[in-house]
């Protein structure tokens, strides 16, 4: 017998035929799995609330961030400014050079924020000691957690050397990139500038080098200022070296290499030295920049002897502190408070490069500057409960210079912060209130524009660049205005008042709308997102352009260095331009711009000199606003992050659900509030001191979720079921004139019950259903104890799917219980005696019993209602049963 085989082709068709068939089988699986993915993803719940965490689908229009902080780029430097490479080989390598540190320093600052303060934040939160089943219970309850013992600040400690390690390695790479950049910028401003080569840009001031290291130099001191306020890190590090000298007192009873210990002894000693020692600062800035960085150097670099560089360092630092006054005289800070701390790590740079270089005059003027600074923001937020005060690091980084001058830094600093808490008082309300106003403006005006998007696309790219910078503008405004009181109020110790947490809770809630607002637009943001672009690159191109023909016709008279390092900056600006715009070309963007424009005594004709001067201003205010579009994403995030309610949860979330239960017109903003609960998810779990991080998220959620059922779902359910049992009862046994008049403070509890459902955290969460559920299980087990109410529970259920919208199912129960009448169960058994006791009433239709066979008064009677309670109380099944009983009987 011949076997048939199967060799994936039918035989009898033509192979064109059969290979059309696999196509439209693979092509029918496709369309059924995309179908699935639509269905999947069209929830009706999906459109109405959002959660940036179960996000489906993305856009990512910046470079992505690893997970130890640190940005992967696109391409390379050396690619980007390819060109020049053949044409001015000089300007190549400088941008390149300072483009690659700058590069670093961003990267080393956003990990300092992103990867190393948040463990640090949560190991001071007193809540986050370790969620052990015995404490569990405790913290979820919001219980005081007694303070932690020495064994367990020793696993705490143990725990955090990982963090401890990452802070070492990564101070020693700020050692090294400080380095660079202070060198590389001696060697641009030397006088000698090496054979006069770099001449022509010992004259330019590179802003985005500056910026870069003002920024670095901050995130270091914050660093510092968070380490030094961990006492129960350094008395664990002490326990934990004491659990350590035991273990090598005693061999016997542990097993371990006596090397390997001894080399753990060393580096944890060294570590601890060199991270805890409030010296993180100090090693950066007294390092000997004037030994030569390596071997193939032939000369030393002169640092601290280099007076171009001193007077530039001067200059800079004096600008920096004028554009920190500025913001705040315009009450527009951005981020005037991380700069100021950059600031002064700048300052104390300057003191350690050129201690008595300035003259007495000015350094005593910009050390008052400085210090007055301090005054208008003594308290500034870092992370979590973690906060720098000026005042104090002034007096511990800077003594002698105030000593000196005569200023008090501890009392002038103690004085502020009553005085500015006192006026954060009086002016947070009514702040709150203007931002709110503007915030409703600026939500209105985004869902115009976006729905006029297709009319005007010149006037769209526009209108959506200026209402882009207005909302993160208006978030970072209202985000520094709550984290400023907040962090005020505890520094001072002044309690916060009922009004400030509910003007508090209404700062969060409008973060959450404006977070929503964007994301809601930002498909019509994604799709115009290269028109908006090409259209600011357009105008800086036409400015280049012209520049670039005054720089070719003055070429045509005669050159200089200068000259033709600016015709060299404009054509790779122009280059740069019609590359795609990642954040890597808008750095290398800038240090062009800075080669062009920020160039100082310059040896140009006046022609060209007034052409640079008029186009600047133009040019520039379209690179912040391309720089902007760019990074808007980072920027809304940032904006609108409330990841300080976690250290703040137990003295705000029940108030925040107390009140907004109280106030139910505001029961649409509850799930902004919730969702704003969700922004400390990565904090949490970056936690390191405890076993398991997700077990204290879990915790987190578990505490959140109480919180919510104790203060709003809970009462609302008691409200909602008092408020039916009184409307059904209003009118007692049919008399109108008994009729219980309804309270007039009485709130409209049903926005909750007709909320949608919302994200919380990883779950859904539908009020109405909640409560459905305990009304259900409420009205069955009473009415299970009481069967005669069942009309009145029935009556209740219509009444909530009238007035709350509710659907209570229906208990099914039989509306009274056998022994209050006759069961045909019963009867069946008893089926003779039921024959000859009672008789048919045909005009009643039910029977009746004969008055002979009882004594009593009542005579018994069967109705079909009977039957019907029987048949609910026993089920349809007896229904069979029944039957042939009484049919055999009747034969």
């Given at each position: 017998m011949l076997t048939t085989y199967d060799f994936g082709v039918n035989i009898e068709k033509e192979e064109e035929q059969a290979l059309r068939e696999k196509l439209r089988l693979f092509v029918s699986g496709h369309e059924k799995m995309l179908l699935d993915i639509q269905q999947a993803m069209d929830r009706r719940w999906d459109a109405m609330l959002w959660d940036p965490h179960t996000d489906v689908l993305s856009v990512q229009l910046v470079a992505r961030v690893t997970p130890n902080g640190r940005r992967e780029p696109h391409d390379s430097l050396a690619n980007t400014l390819g060109r020049e490479q053949r044409q001015n080989r000089l300007f190549y390598r400088?941008?390149?050079?300072?483009?690659?540190?700058?590069?670093?320093?961003?990267?080393?600052?956003?990990?300092?924020?992103?990867?190393?303060?948040?463990?640090?934040?949560?190991?001071?939160?007193?809540?986050?000691?370790?969620?052990?089943?015995?404490?569990?219970?405790?913290?979820?309850?919001?219980?005081?957690?007694?303070?932690?013992?020495?064994?367990?600040?020793?696993?705490?400690?143990?725990?955090?050397?990982?963090?401890?390690?990452?802070?070492?390695s990564w101070s020693q790479r700020v050692q090294k990139v400080v380095l660079h950049v202070v060198q590389q910028l001696a060697s641009v401003y030397a006088l000698d500038n090496m054979a006069g080569r770099c001449l022509a840009f010992a004259n330019v001031r590179y802003h985005a080098v500056w910026r870069a290291l003002?920024?670095?130099?901050?995130?270091?001191?914050?660093?510092?200022?968070?380490?030094?306020?961990?006492?129960?890190?350094?008395?664990?590090?002490?326990?934990?070296?004491?659990?350590?000298?035991?273990?090598?007192?005693?061999?016997?009873?542990?097993?371990?290499?006596?090397?390997?210990?001894?080399?753990?002894?060393?580096?944890?000693?060294?570590?601890?030295?060199?991270?805890?020692?409030?010296?993180?600062?100090?090693?950066?800035?007294?390092?000997?920049?004037?030994?030569?960085?390596?071997?193939?150097?032939?000369?030393?670099?002169?640092?601290?002897?280099?007076?171009?560089?001193?007077?530039?360092?001067?200059?800079?630092?004096?600008?920096?502190?004028?554009?920190?006054?500025?913001?705040?005289?315009?009450?527009?800070?951005d981020d005037s408070r991380l700069h100021y701390i950059g600031v002064l790590g700048l300052y104390y740079m300057h003191l350690r490069l050129y201690p008595r270089a300035l003259p007495e005059d000015k350094h005593c003027?910009?050390?008052?500057?400085?210090?007055?600074?301090?005054?208008?923001?003594?308290?500034?937020?870092?992370?979590?409960?973690?906060?720098?005060?000026?005042?104090?690091?002034?007096?511990?980084?800077?003594?002698?210079?105030?000593?000196?001058?005569?200023?008090?830094?501890?009392?002038?600093?103690?004085?502020?912060?009553?005085?500015?808490?006192?006026?954060?008082?009086?002016?947070?309300?009514?702040?709150?209130?203007?931002?709110?106003?503007?915030?409703?403006?600026?939500?209105?005006?985004?869902?115009?524009?976006?729905?006029?998007?297709?009319?005007?696309?010149?006037?769209?790219?526009?209108?959506?660049?200026?209402?882009?910078?207005?909302?993160?503008?208006?978030?970072?405004?209202?985000?520094?205005?709550?984290?400023?009181?907040?962090?005020?109020?505890?520094?001072?110790?002044?309690?916060?008042?009922?009004?400030?947490?509910?003007?508090?809770?209404?700062?969060?809630?409008?973060?959450?709308?404006?977070?929503?607002?964007?994301?809601?637009?930002?498909?019509v943001v994604a799709t115009s997102f290269d028109l908006v672009v090409r259209s600011i690159k357009y105008v800086m191109e036409r400015h280049l352009h012209e520049l670039y023909q005054a720089v070719s016709e003055t070429l045509l008279h005669g050159s200089s260095a200068d000259i033709e390092d600016q015709y060299s900056a404009i054509r790779a600006a122009i280059d740069l331009l019609?590359?795609?715009?990642?954040?890597?070309?808008?750095?290398?963007?800038?240090?062009?711009?800075?080669?062009?424009?920020?160039?100082?005594?310059?040896?140009?004709?006046?022609?060209?000199?007034?052409?640079?001067?008029?186009?600047?201003?133009?040019?520039?205010?379209?690179?912040?606003?391309?720089?902007?579009?760019?990074?808007?994403?980072?920027?809304?995030?940032?904006?609108?992050?409330?990841?300080?309610?976690?250290w703040q949860r137990e003295a705000f979330y029940p108030i925040f659900f107390k009140r907004l239960y109280q106030k139910p017109l505001n029961s649409s903003y509850l799930p902004y509030l919730v969702l704003a609960m969700h922004d400390c998810r990565a904090s949490v779990l970056s936690a390191c001191h405890v076993t398991s991080a997700v077990d204290l998220f879990n915790s987190y959620v578990s505490y959140t979720r109480e919180c919510l059922h104790k203060y709003l779902i809970d009462p609302l359910c008691v409200d909602i079921e008092n408020d039916l049992r009184l409307f059904t009862h209003s009118a007692v046994l049919g008399q109108v004139f008994r009729k219980i008049e309804p309270d007039s403070a009485s709130r409209d509890v049903a926005r909750f019950t007709r909320l949608p459902?919302?994200?919380?955290?990883?779950?859904?969460?539908?009020?109405?259903?909640?409560?459905?559920?305990?009304?259900?299980?409420?009205?069955?087990?009473?009415?299970?104890?009481?069967?005669?109410?069942?009309?009145?529970?029935?009556?209740?259920?219509?009444?909530?799917?009238?007035?709350?919208?509710?659907?209570i199912c229906d208990g099914y129960l039989p509306g009274s219980i056998v022994d209050q009448g006759l069961d045909v169960l019963v009867i069946t058994e008893n089926i003779q005696v039921f024959v000859a006791n009672y008789t048919y009433n045909m005009n009643e239709q039910l029977f009746v019993q004969h008055p002979s066979t009882t004594e009593s008064k009542h005579l018994h009677t069967l109705h079909i209602r009977h039957i019907a309670n029987s048949i609910r109380t026993h089920g349809t099944g007896i229904m069979n049963t029944t039957v042939n009983y009484l049919y055999k009987c009747l034969f």
């Open positions: 400088i941008t390149v050079c300072l483009a690659s540190l700058v590069l670093e320093m961003q990267s080393l600052t956003s990990e300092a924020y992103d990867v190393l303060i948040p463990p640090l934040a949560m190991f001071c939160d007193d809540e986050c000691a370790d969620y052990s089943e015995e404490k569990q219970g405790d913290a979820d309850r919001g219980d005081d957690v007694e303070s932690v013992n020495n064994e367990e600040a020793q696993q705490f400690a143990g725990r955090t050397l990982v963090v401890l390690q990452k802070i070492w003002t920024g670095l130099l901050g995130s270091l001191v914050c660093v510092e200022e968070v380490l030094s306020m961990h006492e129960t890190l350094s008395h664990g590090l002490v326990t934990y070296r004491k659990m350590l000298a035991q273990v090598s007192r005693n061999p016997d009873k542990f097993e371990f290499e006596q090397e390997n210990l001894e080399l753990f002894c060393a580096l944890l000693n060294k570590m601890e030295g060199e991270v805890l020692d409030d010296g993180l600062l100090e090693r950066v800035v007294c390092q000997r920049f004037d030994v030569a960085a390596g071997a193939n150097v032939r000369e030393a670099v002169q640092v601290r002897s280099n007076r171009r560089l001193f007077d530039e360092f001067t200059q800079v630092l004096t600008e920096s502190v004028a554009s920190v006054c500025s913001s705040l005289e315009a009450n527009c800070e003027e910009l050390t008052k500057r400085i210090f007055i600074l301090q005054r208008e923001m003594p308290v500034i937020y870092i992370r979590g409960t973690n906060v720098f005060r000026p005042s104090v690091y002034m007096s511990r980084r800077i003594a002698n210079e105030l000593r000196f001058y005569q200023l008090d830094a501890v009392k002038d600093g103690i004085l502020s912060t009553k005085e500015h808490c006192r006026r954060s008082k009086a002016t947070f309300h009514p702040h709150m209130r203007r931002l709110t106003t503007l915030v409703s403006v600026w939500i209105s005006e985004m869902e115009s524009n976006s729905a006029n998007a297709q009319a005007d696309p010149k006037a769209f790219a526009q209108a959506i660049t200026v209402l882009l910078q207005r909302g993160v503008l208006l978030a970072r405004s209202i985000q520094r205005l709550v984290v400023n009181h907040i962090s005020l109020h505890n520094s001072a110790d002044a309690a916060i008042t009922l009004q400030d947490v509910d003007t508090i809770a209404n700062g969060v809630q409008m973060l959450m709308m404006i977070r929503a607002t964007y994301h809601a637009r930002t498909g019609h590359k795609p715009q990642t954040l890597e070309n808008l750095l290398c963007l800038e240090l062009v711009f800075c080669v062009i424009f920020h160039r100082r005594g310059a040896s140009a004709p006046e022609r060209l000199l007034a052409a640079i001067n008029s186009h600047r201003e133009d040019v520039l205010i379209a690179f912040s606003q391309l720089r902007f579009i760019v990074t808007h994403q980072t920027s809304f995030r940032a904006a609108t992050d409330c990841d300080f309610l976690y459902p919302f994200r919380f955290f990883g779950e859904w969460l539908h009020i109405a259903e909640v409560i459905e559920q305990h009304l259900d299980e409420k009205f069955y087990n009473l009415n299970a104890l009481m069967v005669n109410d069942w009309k009145t529970y029935e009556e209740m259920r219509n009444l909530a799917l009238e007035r709350y919208g509710l659907r």
